[in-house]
C-alpha cells in the first residue's frame, strides 16, 4: 500500500497530519515540495526529497504538477 504525504500543520499546530489533493512541484532550486489540504480547508506544505516525491507519483498519492 502507497504511503500517504504527511506534513506539520502549522494553523492547529497538529504533526504527521496526512496530505489529501497532493499536487508536488519542483522548487527555483530543484528541490521538491508537496502542496494540499488536510480535509478540514487548512493548507498543508512539505519539503520531499527526490525518491520520495518520485515514488509518490508513481504510487498515485500525489499530482505532477510541472
Not at 30 to 46: P, V
Amino acid at each position: 500500500m502507497a504511503e500517504p504525504i504527511r506534513a506539520y500543520n502549522v494553523k492547529t499546530k497538529e504533526k504527521n497530519v496526512e496530505m489529501k489533493d497532493a499536487v508536488i512541484t519542483k522548487t527555483a532550486r530543484g528541490g521538491y515540495m508537496a502542496q494540499g489540504n488536510d480535509g478540514k480547508g487548512n493548507k498543508l506544505t512539505s519539503l520531499l526529497s527526490e525518491a520520495k516525491a518520485l515514488q509518490a507519483i508513481q504510487d498515485g498519492v500525489a499530482k505532477k504538477g510541472w
